[in-house]
Nanobody
Framework: QEPLVESGGGLVQAGGSLRLSCAAS????????MAWFRQAPGKEREFVAA????????TYADSVKGRFTISRDNAKITVYLEMGSLKPEDTAVYYC???????????????WGQGTQVTVSS
């Protein structure tokens, strides 16, 4: 069983919204920070948003601040990414990640999902 499984990606028009979900297996993840990263074709994987294990602290990349919201439900061991006012440049594969530290760098996260494609048409 994969430790992290993303869902909710798809095709949406510019200005639209999508909600991504990441379900984690194992109670350990309820004590981990969770994050979303994304990778567009030909580009490096980049940080999008992170939420602390308690859910009280969040941080966002400047490119998505004010448009995206990250949240988590520890009872369900699931993290969400609400994406609004989507732009074509948001097109990427979105990855869920989990790790012990509340950070914005890839190296801080030990567990990764397989990714879900988000495509925003103009």
């Amino acid at each position: 069983q994969e430790p992290l499984v993303e869902s909710g990606g798809g095709l949406v028009q510019a200005g639209g919204s999508l909600r991504l979900s990441c379900a984690a297996s194992g109670r350990t993840f309820s004590r981990y920070s969770m994050a979303w990263f994304r990778q567009a074709p030909g580009k490096e994987r980049e940080f999008v948003a992170a939420v602390s294990w308690s859910g009280y602290s969040t941080t966002y990349a400047d490119s998505v601040k004010g448009r995206f919201t990250i949240s988590r439900d520890n009872a369900k061991i699931t993290v969400y990414l609400e994406m609004g006012s989507l732009k074509p440049e948001d097109t990427a594969v979105y990855y869920c990640a989990a790790g012990p530290g509340f950070q914005v760098v890839r190296s801080a996260y030990n567990y990764w999902g397989q990714g879900t494609q988000v495509t925003v048409s103009s």
